[in-house]
Nanobody
Framework: QVQLVESGGGLVQAGGSLRLSCAAS????????MGWFRQAPGKEREFVAR????????YFADSVKGRFTISRENAKNTVSLQMNSLKPEDTAVYYC?????????????????WGQGTQVTVSS
């Protein structure tokens, strides 16, 4: 049974930082590209970042480029999202997801597995 479990969310002031982690089990992580998405109340789930199977290629939404970084440790079955210079508009539930398809996969419906999400709240 595949499980993705996010952690690291919380409440932070604008300008602060958080590091989200995603622990994977039940799959060989190196076979999947990994993505982070977020969903704010009343809004659709949106792409945040993606990292290739090996970790050599990353891709970010324009809204977070330069502020967020994504990394992975396949040996530990973990993926992380470092979020710096946080803004109130970054407030959302953040989800990690796994996709077997290569390329710049940004559409959530193409991802194969999802975590349950972790809340990030940025106060102004």
């Amino acid at each position: 049974q595949v499980q993705l479990v996010e952690s690291g969310g919380g409440l932070v002031q604008a300008g602060g930082s958080l590091r989200l982690s995603c622990a994977a089990s039940g799959l060989t992580l190196s076979n999947y590209a990994m993505g982070w998405f977020r969903q704010a109340p009343g809004k659709e789930r949106e792409f945040v970042a993606r990292i290739s199977r090996s970790g050599s290629t990353t891709y970010f939404a324009d809204s977070v480029k330069g502020r967020f970084t994504i990394s992975r440790e396949n040996a530990k079955n973990t993926v992380s999202l470092q979020m710096n210079s946080l803004k109130p508009e970054d407030t959302a539930v953040y989800y990690c997801a796994a996709v077997a398809t290569s390329g710049k996969v940004t559409m959530p419906q193409l991802y194969d597995y999802w975590g349950q999400g972790t809340q990030v709240t940025v106060s102004s």
